[in-house]
Nanobody, 118 residues
Framework: VQLQASGGGLVQPGGSLRLSCAAS????????MGWYRQAPGKQRDVVAT???????NYIDSVKGRFTISRDNAKNTVYLQMNSLKPEDTAVYYC?????????????WGQGTLVTVSS
């Protein structure tokens, strides 16, 4: 599975960005896709996930501001980010996860930088 993330950039507080993650390869095996982020000096943490059935999950700090969605025809997952705050500044990574009996396989995109600053 290969993941290509795009859409990061510099935005003012209160602004919006949409991240995209295009997947290719053996994507039929993927159960969950998601977005993670890593701020300077911090660990990488999950932001939002979406299952193959469309069930979504968000961390509390982005609920009501971020929306994760997927376009199965384009094999692409999106993260719409609204009302951005400086604390959203991070490198955002796309993740694809295959859950097998007794094992989990994670695939990562290259990361895209989101900077929220005036």
């Amino acid at each position: 599975v290969q993941l290509q993330a795009s859409g990061g950039g510099l935005v003012q507080p209160g602004g919006s960005l949409r991240l995209s993650c295009a997947a290719s390869g053996s994507i039929s095996r993927i159960n969950i896709m998601g977005w993670y982020r890593q701020a300077p000096g911090k660990q990488r943490d999950v932001v939002a996930t979406i299952t193959s059935g469309g069930r979504t999950n968000y961390i509390d700090s982005v609920k009501g501001r971020f929306t994760i969605s997927r376009d199965n025809a384009k094999n692409t997952v999106y993260l719409q980010m609204n009302s951005l705050k400086p604390e959203d500044t991070a490198v955002y990574y796309c993740n694809a996860r295959q859950v097998r009996v007794g094992a989990i396989d994670d695939y990562w995109g290259q990361g895209t930088l989101v900077t929220v600053s005036s």
